[in-house]
Nanobody, 115 residues
Framework: QVQLVESGGGLVQAGGSLRLSCAAS????????MGWYRQAPGKQRELVAT???????DYADSVKGRFTISRDNARNWVYLQMNSLKPEDTAVYYC?????????WGQGTQVTVSS
């Protein structure tokens, strides 16, 4: 089992920045991909950013150039630096990790961007 705890969400004005953190604990050997999804009210969950164990990253087109994902393999943390935030970035953000063929999810953290 892997447990994930997110932090760093909150309320910010458009153009501002937030940094989300996610700590993985439990059986953390052989974690592969880590990343973030988000879900806005009335919308499907969408992939925001992902990072492989080797550090390769991928982003949704809507956040490219504004968000940066990183990970600390020694501590098993994953981060999402979010800059130039827009009201449309408002959502619950969920971190995830993949261990073998199973995906573990955090409980989510709310990000609200006011215009």
């Amino acid at each position: 089992q892997v447990q994930l705890v997110e932090s760093g969400g909150g309320l910010v004005q458009a153009g501002g920045s937030l940094r989300l953190s996610c700590a993985a604990s439990g059986i953390i050997r052989s974690i592969n991909d880590m990343g973030w999804y988000r879900q806005a009210p009335g919308k499907q969950r969408e992939l925001v950013a992902t990072i492989t164990g080797g550090g390769r990253t991928d982003y949704a087109d809507s956040v490219k150039g504004r968000f940066t994902i990183s990970r600390d393999n020694a501590r098993n943390w994953v981060y999402l630096q979010m800059n130039s935030l827009k009201p449309e970035d408002t959502a619950v953000y969920y971190c995830y990790v993949v261990r073998y063929d199973y995906t573990y999810w955090g409980q989510g953290t709310q990000v609200t961007v006011s215009s």
